[in-house]
């Protein structure tokens, strides 16, 4: 019902920068909050960004001030600005949305994206 694409991912060098993109389709009657989370190998998925419909965000501790999140909510869409990349930043990023759905009945739940490829490396 609910399709979520992420773009954006390559190859950069430390200290460059990267933007991903992630678009929501499908039946979607409102999204409460979107989100990227981040798997690197042999390694838990974590949380790296939110952004809630109000506008509100929250980080790891990790990206603070060098990753920004934003959404267009008219379009479905949230980003991922990624400044000062490090070779710790190397992982899968998969974008996550909390969305409500109305057919066939009102459902909230989350949806997640196939994932795009981050690495950081000289």
């Known amino acids: 019902q609910v399709q979520l694409v992420e773009s954006g991912g390559g190859l950069v060098q430390p200290g460059g920068s990267l933007r991903l993109s992630c678009a929501a389709s499908?039946?979607?009657?409102?999204?409460?909050?979107m989100g990227w989370y981040r798997q690197a190998p042999g390694e838990q998925r974590e949380l790296v960004a939110t952004?809630?419909?109000?506008?509100?965000?929250n980080y790891a501790d990790s990206v603070q001030g060098r990753f920004t999140i934003s959404g267009d909510n008219v379009k479905n869409m949230v980003y991922l600005q990624m400044n000062s990349l490090k070779p710790e930043d190397t992982a899968v990023y998969y974008c996550?949305?909390?969305?409500?759905?109305?057919?066939?009945?009102?459902?909230?739940?989350?949806?997640w994206g196939q994932g795009t490829q981050v690495t950081v490396s000289s």
């Open positions: 996550n949305a909390r969305v409500t759905t109305i057919r066939p009945i009102r459902t909230t739940r989350g949806y």
């Open positions: 499908g039946r979607i009657f409102s999204i409460n909050d």
């Open positions: 952004i809630s419909s109000d506008g509100s965000t």
